[in-house]
């Protein structure tokens, strides 16, 4: 997963066609859960965006005060959130169903 630090950077991540970008914490457990659950969806499909931010003022300006939270972009719109850490199963379905939308 690629890191995000800046405004830039996470406008640049939402403008792709698909990408999805994960706010937590390193030191998080639950983020370390769906971290690495999202990381071996990645290995699939590595031409699409998958990135990670622990950036607080990022997260404010999504209006994001929890963590784990999985934000799905299509061109720069958000299509979608997954908040906390569900099974890891359901994680992986929803990525994957993301990934092979039409």
């Not at 630090?5 to 792709?16: F, G, M, P, S």
């Not at 990381?39 to 031409?47: D, G, I, N, R």
């Not at 997954?82 to 379905?93: R, W």
């Amino acid at each position: 997963m690629k890191e995000i630090k800046t405004r830039e950077e996470l406008r640049e991540a939402a403008n792709q066609a698909r990408s999805v970008v994960m706010f937590g914490k390193e030191d998080c457990l639950h983020c370390s859960i769906v971290r690495t659950c999202v990381e071996s969806v990645e290995k699939y499909y590595p031409l699409l965006g998958f990135h990670f931010t622990e950036s607080r003022e990022l997260s404010n300006a999504r209006n994001i005060d929890a963590y784990p939270v999985l934000v799905f972009y299509e061109n720069g719109i958000e299509q979608g959130r997954l908040i906390g850490s569900s099974h890891i199963h359901k994680i992986k379905e929803l990525l994957n169903l993301w990934i092979l939308k039409e």
